[in-house]
């Protein structure tokens, strides 16, 4: 696992984890079952082979994903979320939903782009494999207070 240290907090390791915002749009397509790169490539457009590769690979070494190797000619390669990676999942609900609530996007504007919902949709019934209930919120998001750290005022000489 690639890690930095940083400051010990589980939101950081996290978000080292995650990495960009290619990781979790993977999540996203193979949360839904298994996709072959060329489907990846598909549905993440305009991401190029290069950095698709490189974040499988990252993902893997995370032990995100595990790559299938089926061989044959033309080869036959298909990735799949392992149980650790299958635990992102809810992270991408929560973030769906403040999608929603900040009304970043909708989900037929992708339809109309792309001609498809993505997997995770909760237009479509893919998204349903993983995530049983997924309401629509309607009421608005209450903000959490951050926690205060007490204030430093004395000076480092070096």
Same mark, same amino acid.
């Given at each position: ?19 960009? %915002?290619?990781? +979790? ?9 298994? %996709? ?16 698709? +590769?490189?974040?499988?690979?990252? +993902? ?51 339809? @109309? ?12 019934? @893919? ?32």
């Amino acid at each position: 696992m690639r890690r930095r240290k940083i400051d010990g907090c589980p939101i950081a390791g996290a978000l080292q984890l995650i990495g960009d %915002k290619w990781t +979790m749009l993977v999540v996203r397509d193979l949360s839904a079952g298994p %996709k072959r790169t060329t489907e990846l490539l598909e549905d993440l457009h305009p991401i190029s082979s290069r950095t698709l +590769m490189g974040r499988l690979r990252e +993902m893997e070494q995370d032990n995100l994903l595990v790559r299938n190797n089926y061989g044959g000619l033309p080869r036959r390669v298909e990735y799949e979320l392992t149980e650790r990676g299958r635990r992102l999942i809810p992270l991408l609900d929560a973030l769906m939903k403040t999608g929603q609530a900040l009304e970043c996007n909708d989900c037929d504007d992708r339809k @109309a782009s792309a001609g498809y919902y993505c997997d995770f949709c909760p237009e479509g019934d @893919a998204g349903e494999r993983w995530i049983e209930e997924r309401p629509v919120i309607s009421e608005p998001i209450e903000p959490v207070e951050p926690i205060r750290r007490r204030q430093d005022d004395s000076i480092v000489l070096l």
